[in-house]
């Protein structure tokens, strides 16, 4: 009997090592098809990656054409521009000492021809209202010192430029925009009264300084002549403004906006009509535009 039993199982446990043996088998396989496909789609997503790359590289290229053509062309336009802004015939009205109690006249007539201006404007706390409306209006505010004090100004390098950026923050204050760095020096850049009060060699200082500010200073080569005497008369100012202008394609015309100048308000209008009939166009200064300079300091 027990013989017996004993044979009986055996063959149960020959069937579970068959079972476990089978289940190895099977593991063995999924593994293997896991292991395959991960392979594959592998190969797939490295193939997928290739193929961007190569999308990539080919968009890049195509961009670095096009940007070059692009280059290309703002190069061709900006030589073009400046070929034919060379020789375009532009006026720059300026109006230095500013605001006072004209400027108000002097707007009014530029807004009815439609003509921009620069004003060289001085501290006026007085007129505050006048720059913003300056300013507002299209015209450049540009700086001529706050105190326009030849005495002070003109005694260092430093006196100088502490006065003008004292006028640029007092500007930004009442405009809200920041300074434009464009300046014209009180008397001119070669003025000889600033020698009484820092010696022969104060301006060279003074533009050496300026220069290294970032400021870039205009004179004149069109002076309307109304500061030789008080009021100067009403045609000459017309006379000189026009005549001079003639002979100069870029005009860099001075005038004062100061309360005695009622005749070169007057003489605007004339002034304005003539250089259109010469045919300038108006611009406001800016640091691409030309700039006479009476005394040239590296």
Not at 3 to 19: A, Q
Not at 171 to 191: A, D, H, Q
């Amino acid at each position: 009997m027990r013989n017996s039993k004993i044979k009986k199982k055996r063959p149960l446990g020959l069937l579970l090592v068959k079972i476990f043996i089978f289940t190895l088998c099977i593991s063995s396989l999924v593994q293997a098809a896991v292991g395959q496909a991960t392979v594959v789609r592998g190969e797939n997503e490295s193939t997928l990656l290739l193929q961007q790359i190569s999308q990539i590289r080919s968009h890049n290229k195509k961009l670095k054409l096009e940007n070059k053509n692009l280059q290309s062309g703002i190069i061709k336009k900006e030589a073009s521009y400046k070929e034919k802004m060379a020789n375009t015939k532009i006026a720059y009205l300026t109006f230095d000492d500013g605001p006072s109690e004209n400027t108000v006249e002097i707007l009014r007539i530029l807004k009815q021809y439609d003509v921009k201006a620069t004003f060289f404007v001085n501290g006026h706390p007085n007129y505050s209202y006048l720059y913003k409306q300056i300013s507002d209006e299209g015209h450049l505010l540009a700086n001529h010192t706050y105190s326009h004090e030849y005495k002070d100004i003109y005694n260092s390098p430093d006196n100088f430029k502490n006065d003008t950026e004292k006028l640029d923050r007092y500007l930004t204050s009442v405009t809200g925009k920041e300074p434009n760095y464009i300046l014209r020096f009180p008397g001119g850049s070669n003025n000889t009264i600033s020698n009484n009060f820092g010696g022969n060699e104060i301006m060279t200082s003074v533009i050496k300084e300026m220069n290294a500010s970032g400021y870039k200073y205009f004179d004149w080569n069109v002076d309307s002549t109304d500061a030789s005497t008080y009021c100067q008369d009403r045609n000459k100012i017309v006379q000189a403004v026009l005549s001079e202008s003639s002979q100069t394609k870029h005009a860099i015309i001075l005038m004062h906006d100061l309360a005695p100048k009622i005749t070169t308000v007057q003489a605007l209008p004339e002034i304005i009509e003539g250089l259109k009939n010469q045919g300038f166009i108006f611009d406001v200064l800016s640091k691409k535009a030309y700039a006479p300079q009476f005394t040239v300091v590296k």
